[in-house]
C-alpha cells in the first residue's frame, strides 16, 4: 500500500483524477470501477474538465459503480445513478450503454446481485476501483461484519450510515435501509486499488483502515490484503497515522510518483 498526503481536500481529489486519467490513457478500453458521495464529487468535476480539455478519452471506457439503493428508480435524484449521470456521465464523451450500477428496482435480489458479478467478469474484470470510506468504515455498502469474501448482493445499512447518508433526502425518513453493493470479495478481485479519504472527521476511520488490523468491523481495513493500493488523504484525514515521515518520504522519493509531486 502507498500512501499520499496531499495539503488539502482539493489536491487531493485532482491527484485522484489524474491517476485514473493516466491509466485510461494507458488503456483506453478501461473498466473503471467507481463510487459516489460528497468525497468523490470534486474527483468527477476535475474528471469532466480533464476531458473537455481533450486530455482523457472516455469513449472507450466501461464503468461499473460500487452501489446503488434498493427501491429507489434511475430517476430518482437520490439514486447513485442520478448522482452519476449528473455528476460524471452527462459531462464526459462516455457511451452511457457502458456505464453500469445495480438495477435499485430489480425484483429478484439474489438474481441481481449474480447478474451484476457476470456483467463484471464479462467486461474482463475491473482495471481499477476507485474507493471512499464510511465513518462507519465501509467500503461500498459493506457495512461492519461484511464478510472480506463477500460478492455483489443486498445489504441492510447501519444506523452510521443511515445518519451519514440521510441529511441528502427531505424528508431524512425516505432514505432506503436497503442497498445492493459489490462485496468486499469483488472489490479485492479489482486490478488496482485507488482510494481517497478527506476531512478531520475521517482522521480516525482512516488511521484504522491503512494502519489498524485487519478485521471486518472496518471492511476498509481489507485494502491491505491487496497488492495495489493507493491511498490519497488531505492532512484532516491523515493527522491520525502513525507512518507519516516514511508515506512522504516514499512521495518524494520514488520515481514512479515524480512527475505527481
Ligand atoms: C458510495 C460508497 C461509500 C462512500 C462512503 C463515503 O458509493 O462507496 O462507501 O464512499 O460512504 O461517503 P462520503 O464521501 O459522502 O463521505
Known amino acids: 500500500m502507498e500512501v499520499i498526503i496531499q495539503p488539502d481536500a482539493a489536491a487531493a481529489a485532482r491527484l485522484t483524477a489524474r491517476l485514473i486519467a493516466d491509466a485510461v490513457k494507458a488503456k483506453p478500453a478501461f473498466n473503471l470501477g467507481l463510487a459516489t458521495g460528497a468525497t468523490m464529487e470534486s474527483v468527477y468535476a476535475e474528471l469532466a474538465a480533464m ?19 434498493i427501491g429507489l428508480p434511475p430517476e430518482d435524484k437520490n439514486s447513485y445513478r442520478y448522482y452519476m449521470n449528473f455528476h460524471l456521465f452527462d459531462k464526459i464523451n462516455i457511451d452511457k450503454q457502458n456505464t453500469h450500477l445495480p438495477d435499485g428496482m430489480a425484483a429478484d435480489e439474489v438474481a441481481e446481485g449474480a447478474r451484476y458479478e457476470a456483467a463484471i467478469k464479462q467486461a474482463g474484470g475491473l482495471d481499477l476501483q476507485l474507493l471512499g470510506i464510511g465513518s462507519d468504515g465501509h467500503i461500498g455498502f459493506n457495512e ?3 464478510s472480506f469474501a463477500s460478492r455483489t448482493r443486498a445489504k441492510p445499512l447501519t444506523p452510521a450510515t443511515y445518519r451519514q447518508n440521510s441529511i441528502y433526502f427531505d424528508p431524512p425518513e425516505t432514505m ?3 442497498a ?3 462485496g468486499v470479495g469483488t472489490i479485492l478481485d479489482a486490478k488496482r486499488i485507488v482510494m481517497l479519504i478527506t476531512g478531520a472527521k475521517k482522521a480516525g476511520i482512516a488511521a484504522k483502515a491503512i494502519e489498524g488490523p485487519l478485521t471486518s468491523m472496518v471492511t476498509g481495513s481489507a485494502i491491505q ?18 507512518m507519516r515521515e516514511y508515506y512522504d518520504w516514499v512521495f518524494a522519493n520514488e520515481p514512479k510518483w515524480k512527475n505527481y509531486r
Open 51 to 69: 476531458n473537455k480539455r481533450g486530455e482523457v478519452d472516455f469513449s472507450r471506457v466501461s464503468t461499473f459503480n460500487l452501489d446503488e439503493y
Open 144 to 146: 461492519p461484519l461484511s
Open 176 to 178: 432506503p435501509m436497503r
Open 180 to 182: 445492493f453493493t459489490m
Open 225 to 242: 490484503l491487496h497488492p495495489s493500493v493507493v491511498v490519497i488523504l488531505d492532512e484532516g484525514a491523515a493527522s491520525q497515522l502513525t
